[in-house]
């Protein structure tokens, strides 16, 4: 069964920092092009977050947490990580981490392109 599961997630206060897990299972994470991440807020669509790339570990993010976030992919544990600081109540979502076969392009961060999903897991940023 391929599947990807995440953790780490939790309650943290404004400034703090979280680091997420992506554990990969049934398949190597290096065999996909890239690995992303995703977070979806209540009644807001999901939103691509950063990406990191098998080919050469390129890394994107999306503005609104450059500078804040750092992913990373240990291809040894088959696990990615996504380092998360000084976390803002904006930051509150359902992150998820994902793999797909045609994300080439990972900074797109088309949501289409990428077939496994992990569960999901809830950060929330709150004093």
């Known amino acids: 069964q391929l599947q990807l599961v995440e953790s780490g997630g939790g309650l943290v206060q404004p400034g703090g920092s979280l680091r997420l897990s992506c554990a990969a299972s049934?398949?190597?994470?290096?065999?996909?092009?890239?690995m992303a991440w995703f977070r979806q807020a209540p009644g807001k669509e999901r939103e691509g977050i950063s990406c990191v790339t098998s080919m050469d570990g390129s890394t994107y993010y999306a503005d609104s947490v450059k500078g804040r976030f750092t992913v990373s992919k240990d291809n040894a544990k088959n696990t990615g990580y996504l380092q998360m600081n000084t976390l803002q109540p904006e930051d509150t979502a359902v992150y998820y981490c994902a793999v797909g076969r045609q994300s080439y392009y990972c900074s797109n961060f088309v949501p289409y392109e990428y077939d496994i999903w992990g569960q999901g897991t809830q950060v929330t940023v709150s004093s």
């Open positions: 049934g398949f190597t994470l290096d065999h996909y092009p890239s």
